[in-house]
């Protein structure tokens, strides 16, 4: 079926621009609508840890625990793929989660004699891994008495379902010169780096192409009279 009509090779793909954060690659006679597919699956269907349950033991701040536990979901984590699945799919069957599909993040921070700004450094991963990609984050302000203290789990996502689980901060494809080529432009957050995201977008897209052939080909057509 079609599937055989895109061939990705080292020819047809070349990386224009890569660093930490975002990686540029110039696709070549390759479909665009390929190129596309790369890219909202880049945003919608690669999953990333994010906080998604949060038990609050003590909060004495000025602010709501809902409002804490919406700050906490938007912090970027960094995911691993390799050790943990998507909570649907993990043989626990629990709500709760297990150590295959969930982390633990604590945070037990007080204010002594002048206000403090509690960060992500102050939050505490299960996980040597899944931690927030950044430990300036601030959470929230507590003024001289005041303290905060929660667990927090977080889970494997996808975009889909929601925002937070996005692993992008941009993806665009950019047209070129040769109207047969394109340019994929990905930016992370910091949850996976661009060339997972990117690696992982393409898996996606080739079950996906194999599962839609397959039931193509299953189908049972009318033979001409």
Same mark, same amino acid.
């Given at each position: 079926?079609?599937?055989?009509?895109?061939?990705?090779?080292?020819?047809?793909?070349?990386?224009?621009?890569?660093?930490?954060?975002?990686?540029? &690659?110039?696709?070549?006679?390759?479909?665009? %609508?390929?190129?596309?597919? $790369?890219?909202?699956?880049?945003? /919608?269907?690669?999953?990333?840890? =994010?906080?998604?349950?949060?038990? +609050? !033991?003590?909060?004495?701040?000025?602010?709501?625990?809902?409002? &804490? =536990?919406?700050?906490?979901? $938007?912090?970027?984590?960094?995911?691993?793929?390799?050790?943990?699945?998507?909570?649907?799919?993990?043989?626990?069957?629990?709500?709760?989660?297990?150590?295959?599909?969930?982390? $633990? $993040?604590?945070?037990?921070?007080?204010? %002594?004699?002048? *206000?403090?700004?509690?960060?992500?450094?102050? !939050?505490?991963?299960?996980?040597?891994?899944?931690?927030?990609?950044?430990?300036?984050?601030? &959470?929230?302000?507590?003024? @001289?008495?005041?303290?905060?203290?929660?667990? =927090?789990? =977080?889970?494997?996502? *996808?975009?889909? /379902?929601?925002?937070?689980?996005?692993?992008? /901060?941009?993806?665009?494809?950019?047209?070129?010169?040769?109207?047969?080529? /394109? +340019?994929?432009?990905?930016?992370?957050?910091?949850?996976?780096?661009?060339?997972?995201?990117?690696?992982?977008?393409?898996?996606?897209?080739?079950?996906?192409?194999?599962?839609?052939?397959?039931? +193509?080909?299953? !189908?049972?057509? @009318?033979?001409?009279?």
């Amino acid at each position: 079926m079609f599937v055989s009509k895109i061939s990705w090779t080292l020819d047809t793909i070349k990386i224009l621009e890569r660093d930490n954060n975002h990686i540029v &690659i110039e696709f070549s006679d390759i479909p665009r %609508q390929y190129v596309n597919a $790369l890219r909202r699956l880049s945003i /919608s269907q690669v999953p990333t840890f =994010a906080i998604d349950d949060v038990v +609050i !033991l003590e909060n004495s701040s000025v602010m709501h625990d809902e409002a &804490i =536990a919406h700050r906490l979901g $938007l912090i970027p984590l960094r995911t691993d793929l390799e050790r943990f699945v998507l909570p649907h799919i993990c043989d626990c069957k629990s709500t709760l989660g297990c150590s295959k599909c969930r982390v $633990l $993040l604590v945070l037990d921070a007080e204010s %002594q004699d002048k *206000t403090k700004v509690i960060t992500t450094a102050d !939050l505490i991963s299960e996980d040597d891994v899944v931690k927030p990609v950044n430990s300036e984050i601030p &959470i929230v302000s507590l003024a @001289p008495g005041q303290k905060l203290k929660f667990e =927090a789990y =977080a889970r494997l996502g *996808t975009g889909k /379902s929601h925002a937070k689980w996005q692993p992008t /901060s941009v993806a665009v494809v950019k047209d070129t010169k040769k109207e047969e080529d /394109s +340019i994929l432009v990905i930016e992370s957050n910091g949850s996976l780096t661009p060339e997972e995201i990117v690696v992982e977008a393409a898996k996606i897209l080739g079950s996906k192409i194999k599962d839609f052939d397959g039931v +193509i080909q299953s !189908l049972s057509l @009318p033979k001409n009279i």
